[in-house]
């Protein structure tokens, strides 16, 4: 590697650091904003009523203005999308926006905390798979992905149970292994890039391990499957909890061996 490239991997490294740390700011900011509303608009003393009550009638502003601007945001992609400008600002900003439209919601919504741990617990999960997007090779992303669906299933499932939510939520989480599955395979035609929009995007490196992509997909959904069946039927929800958390883990093994 000569001095020029040694600079240009510098530069990726120093801006995927950047990206990250944006991210992982963003999801931070948003999880702050929950954990207080926990404890002053869910666990609120008797003394804290009216303040409790303010919160919920001042979520509702929030989410209309934070709607409104994350609107803007997108309309502030588009247009850098057509001058061929970058878009980590405008989409960062769109993204972080809808989060907190998202926030104020369900601290409107929630009165006993569930919805608020269950985003809690999407936020984390998220943050991870920044750290994963940004530091190591995209068909990895895509495993992980796959394998934190399984593992916030379990954790919807085992506290939703049978309900019209879960089912939802089931029917999202099929779509989207479906959804990684296809992309996959049409990435891999071209040697991981795939046509959007009249571009051609680069999503996986050329010799990226679309196997490993497939074979997550499948366990997720059986998994799921599994879940769906099993849990209440006297088995730990922690069983279901092992096979994800197992399968990302021997996966993050194998790919930081890879970048060595």
Not at 82 to 98: D, E, I, M, N, Q
Not at 171 to 189: D, N, P, Q, S, T
Request: aromatic share 12%; hydrophobic share 60%.
């Amino acid at each position: 590697m000569d001095k020029r490239e040694k600079e240009n991997l510098r530069k990726q490294e120093d801006a995927a650091l950047v990206h990250f740390l944006a991210w992982l700011l963003g999801t931070v900011v948003l999880s702050v904003i929950l954990l207080a509303a926990k404890r002053y608009r869910v666990n609120f003393r008797v003394d804290e009523l009216d303040l409790a009550e303010g919160i919920v009638g001042a979520s509702g502003v929030v989410a209309i203005v934070a709607a409104i601007a994350a609107v803007a945001a997108v309309v502030w992609a588009v247009v850098s999308h057509r001058s061929g400008k970058k878009l980590v600002y405008p989409v960062g900003t769109a993204l972080f926006l809808a989060g907190l439209t998202l926030d104020a919601l369900v601290i409107r919504k929630d009165s006993d905390g569930t919805m608020i741990s269950g985003l809690l617990a999407v936020y984390a999960v998220w943050a991870a798979l920044a750290l994963v997007y940004y530091f190591y090779q995209r068909d990895f992303f895509a495993v992980a992905l796959t394998g934190a669906e399984g593992i916030l299933w379990v954790w919807f499932y085992s506290r939703l149970g049978r309900s019209t939510a879960s089912y939802v939520l089931l029917v999202l989480e099929v779509l989207i292994l479906a959804g990684v599955a296809v992309v996959a395979y049409e990435a891999r035609k071209n040697k991981g890039a795939l046509r959007l929009g009249g571009r051609t995007v680069q999503l996986f490196p050329p010799k990226a391990n679309y196997g490993l992509i497939y074979l997550s997909c499948v366990l997720m959904l059986v998994v799921l499957v599994a879940c769906l069946l099993l849990v209440g039927g006297g088995i730990p929800t922690g069983v279901f909890y092992a096979v994800p958390v197992a399968w990302l883990f021997i996966m993050a093994v194998y790919y930081t061996v890879k970048l060595m």
